[in-house]
């Protein structure tokens, strides 16, 4: 059984701090790495993919993979009330199409 | 990224009576597309995964004669919720890869399906 797992929160920060979210796997043939931001009552949308290990840096955001670990972290830099939303970590197995989705980590980014 | 569209973003069916979603590929063409189901508070569930021309494979316990699945063009796949029941209310979200290289999955609007 895949298992991807996150801290479902809320994760509270003022804006303009640096929000950390995190998020480990199980299956160690995963090989593709994705965070979603999905606000309420809407559909996730990708914010950022990283499939080797290291730092990938994307304007504020910066996504961190250890394969070692099975950890994959995202962070948000400069945080705004507008990041408030629910964070999706998904994994993804070599060859397959098919993801496996965290429960999510709620982001409260307070003015 | 690639656009996936999906409609109607939101409808309200009697118990008993089908509910048609259309999931469509703008901008690619979609072998595969994954249909999930999220409930409020709870993260996506996968319920089948789309096959163009071929017929869905669903996932463990949904029911493939309630959740009926069409895929059959690169840019369409439809799910139907046949004899809905308040419990089918949910919010229902398609996704699709555009493949050749690109392995991020784009995901459509959502449909928010309310069964009175």
């Known amino acids: 059984q895949k298992e991807v797992e996150q801290n479902s929160g809320p994760l509270s920060v003022p804006e303009g701090a640096i929000a950390s979210l995190n998020c480990t796997y199980s299956?160690?043939?995963?090989?593709?790495f994705f965070w979603y931001r999905q606000y309420s009552g809407k559909s996730p949308e990708l914010i950022m993919s990283?499939?080797?290990?290291g730092d990938k840096e994307d304007g504020r955001f910066t996504a961190q993979l250890n394969k070692a670990s099975q950890y994959v972290s995202l962070l948000i830099r400069d945080s705004q009330p507008s990041d408030s939303a629910t964070y999706l970590c998904a994994v993804k197995e070599a060859g397959s199409y098919q993801l496996t989705f965290g429960k999510g980590t709620k982001l409260s980014v307070i003015p | 990224g690639a656009v996936v569209s999906q409609h109607p973003s939101w409808v309200i069916c009697k118990s008993g009576t089908s509910v048609k979603i259309e999931c469509r590929s703008l901008?690619?063409?979609?072998?595969?597309m994954f249909w999930y189901r999220q409930f409020p508070k709870q993260s996506l569930m996968l319920m089948a995964t789309s096959n163009e021309g071929s017929k869905a494979t669903y996932e463990q316990g949904v029911e493939k004669d309630k959740f009926l699945i069409n895929h059959a063009s690169l840019t369409l796949s439809t799910l139907t919720v046949t004899s809905a029941h308040p419990e089918d209310s949910s919010f229902y979200i398609c996704s699709g890869q555009p493949g050749g290289g690109i392995t991020e999955a784009f995901f459509g609007q959502g449909t928010r399906l309310t069964v009175v």
């Open positions: 299956d160690r043939g995963s090989q593709s």
């Open positions: 901008d690619f063409q979609a072998t595969t």
């Open positions: 990283i499939y080797s290990n």
